[in-house]
Each structure stands twice: as structure tokens, then as C-alpha cells.
């Protein structure tokens, strides 16, 4: 089980909810090592009214909550009002390999996210401001691909009720096999081995221009059948 652990934040002003989230940005501290204590001083001198990161992920892999999650936080310009700010001790500028602990904290994290908010898409912060942060060897394109692979509403182990309220969706979905999108890129990775085993195996099979007619609803229960064994 993920722990996040709690401190009593002191904000030195009223924290404002956030609108929407539709991003998960990720930072690194740029300091090699730092506490969440020291970024909530260092934030506080700019001016802030605290720690501006939700989350703060140690190297050892401990997590630590930074503002509330529906408040609006202070970590990319221009996003703030949608988005998370997850922030990696570290100065991956510098520094060449992020530990296994932290960069496994990280990945539960965006676990955690991604189910609770399965519309968002994760950026670095270069991607959204003028910065080099989360540094040059921070593993950004891995996280990324790993939280486009998360099914939003994967679950470990099925139970018997999901397993049979699965199994009835598939055979309504059976009778409407028939629109979607053909396996490009704009498939979602996690889904595409499932579904073309299911072509292949003429399970599935498209219209006359080749089209699977599938929504993203479709082929994340297909692919969650999948993984328990059902095709
Ligand atoms: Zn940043």
C-alpha cells in the first residue's frame, strides 16, 4: 500500500480550489538532497503561501503530501489552475540515475492518480514552461509511457460480480462489434495486444474500410477480460 505522509502545513494565506485537473507535472527539486520542510521555506520566501507541490517523493521513496490535492498549487506558470504538481527530490540536472526507490514511489503515485483522475496526461514541467526542469536525466519519457499504459479502471484482481458484469458488457458489446479506430498510434498501448489478438483470432472484426468500431470504454474492458484469462 502507498503511504503519504501527512504534515501540518502553516500556510501563510488562504489556498484556492483548483477548477480542473488535467495535467500531472512532474518537477525535480533541483537540490541533490532537501526536505519538504526546506521547499516550504524556499517557496514561502518567493512569496507563496506554502510548499507549492502536492506531492514531494524522497530518494528513499517516501511520499509526502504537499498541498491539498483539490487546492490550486504553485509549481508551473500558467498551469497551476489545472494541474498537479509532483516533485522528485533531486537534481536531475546533475545527477544521472534516479534511485529504484524513488522513481518506484513515483510510478505508484501516478497509479494512484491516473484512477483517480483517468482524463489527465503527465508533463515535465519543460513541456509546459521555460525551464529545464525536471532536469535532463530525470526518467521522463518513462514515466510518461508508464502512465499512458495505467487502465483507468484496471483492477489487480477481479472479483466475481465485476467478472460477470464484464462478461455481460462484452456480449452486448458482441452484438455491436462493428466502429472505432483501426490499430494506429493513436491506440492506447496498454489496449493494443488484446485487440489484435482479438483480430487475429476474428474475434473482432472491422467494417469494409477496416474499422473496429470500439470505443476506449470497449477495448479497456477487453483488455481487462483479457488479463483475467477470459480469451
Ligand atoms: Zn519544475
Redesign the pocket.
Known sequence: MMKISEIDWKWKSGLSVRPKTNYI????A?AIACSPYQIDSWHKANGWSGIGYHYFVRKDGSIYRGRPEWATGA??SGKNHESI?V?AEGNYDVEYIMPDSQKDAIKELLRYLKLKYPNTTVKG?KHV?T?G??GKYYPLSEMMEFYRNVIANESEELNVTQYEELKKEINTLKSRVGYFNYIDDNMNEAYKPTIEKLVSAGILQGNEKGELMLTTDMMRILTILDRAGVF
Open positions: 507535472v512532474l518537477h525535480h533541483a509549481h508551473a504538481g516533485c514541467h514552461g525551464t526542469c525536471p
